[in-house]
């Protein structure tokens, strides 16, 4: 009796103390998460707060006269580039130096793809897997290990992975410095001037530093390369085992442009970077109507760098165009010298010896046309079949240039092409092009000509001499043979029968 009503009673304590227990619990959880949510949601507000105040930041081209006006973003630079040209469509603080997270890989594997061969072997050593940042991107590689370079470019473009990124710094630099040496060379080769590289991932240092304006014309040169281009637009990227890596696994892509969740036609492909001092970077490429532009985003807020992106892609394609230069030009003077300009070429219907390129073309906003557009010329020409180049502005920003060629062949006679080539050209419509004569061609050809004939006239004359000179060899030795008989002749005694006995 006394045992049954103690259990009820411990049951009761213990009932109690579990209450006591769960409740301190709870105020400790709260206190806890409660105060770190608040903390957290406090953080993202002034976050967010400070991309809405980074909208009223000026945007340089819309400072611009008669230029279409682009779109106010959140993000601390931005930028819209002609991929061909390099003609700056859009920019906000261009050339402000800022971090670049992973968008650094694009100039990793650009230098990787031009210094290696695709199924060379990359092994990653221990540096390479263990100096990375605990929790970033990675594809689980152990030391020894090792992946062609075709896959791990895949890693480091699809996947982001910074530990492939290390591994083929090493591969190609020799280690992570040398390389880094490497990508600062390469940068100021491509005309950056805003960037200095300490590593090949992006990972943060205050030293790893780049701008808007740097990230594009890299991009320019990454996106010349098809096989990069093609990686960088890769959704997933199965890899496989083998005697080098045991694992089976796939890798997706950050860019969700790339993978349709931020639907948009025509792109080519991309890089995403984050880091907690860069904020949400990104470098997209796509293409509509003839023309291929660039954009890169710096220090936004997710998911506003991929809505930035398409705002911006999307003021490109709407208000500006492709204008080709040989289309529209109709007169040109070379150095305000009227000697290279006539109504009439001096070979009849030929071919005209110097002319406008036809592949140059300009990107003009569709408000303007080509006579708005201000004009210079360079002789400094860096193509040898280049005369010179003239270079295009609209209201003093440059929209690109035509260069003046000089043509590799001509309908009427070229001195420096064989006769069997200019009867088989077919004759071109006449146009009503400006002709520029190449004189200096002309002159030369005519004096080899008579070159030819001086010598010609030359040999003549000394097969002939040779000729004449024999002639009168022979002739004087039968004079002389004949002149001796004759002598001879005339001093012969004939016998006399009275010297002889009969």
Known sequence: MVFIMKLPLKKKKFKHKTKILAFSLYILTYAFFGCGNRSYAASMDALTQAAEDRKSLPVESNEIENWPNGPLIGAESAIVMEAETGIILYSKNIH???YPASTTKILTCLIAAENSSLDEMVTFSQEAVFSVTPGGSHMGMDVGEALTMEEALYGVLVGSANETANAVAEHVGGSI???SDLMNKRAAELGCTDS???NPNGLHDDNHYTSAYDLAVIAQAFYQNELLAKMSNTPTRHFEPT??????FILRTHHRMVTGEFSYDGVLGGKTGYTDNARQTLVTCAEQNGMKLICVVMKEESPNQFTDTIDLLNYGFSNFEVVN???NETKYNIDNADFFQTENDIFGNSKPILSLNKGSYLILPKTASFEDLQSSISYEAQNENHLAVIDYTYNGIYVGSASIDVAASVSSYDFDSPAESIAEEEEPE???NIIFVNVKKVLLGV???????IMIFVIRSLIQNYSFAGRRRYKARYNKRTRYRYKRGR???LPRYDDYDL
């Open 325 to 327: 230069v040989s289309e």
């Open 491 to 493: 001093n012969i005694q």
């Open 177 to 179: 410095e040398g390389f």
């Open 243 to 248: 005697d080098t890596q045991p694992d089976d």
């Open 430 to 432: 006449p146009k009503e």
């Open 196 to 198: 200095h590289f300490v």
């Open 447 to 453: 004096l080899a000509a008579a070159g030819i004939l």
């Open 96 to 98: 402000e130096q800022l």
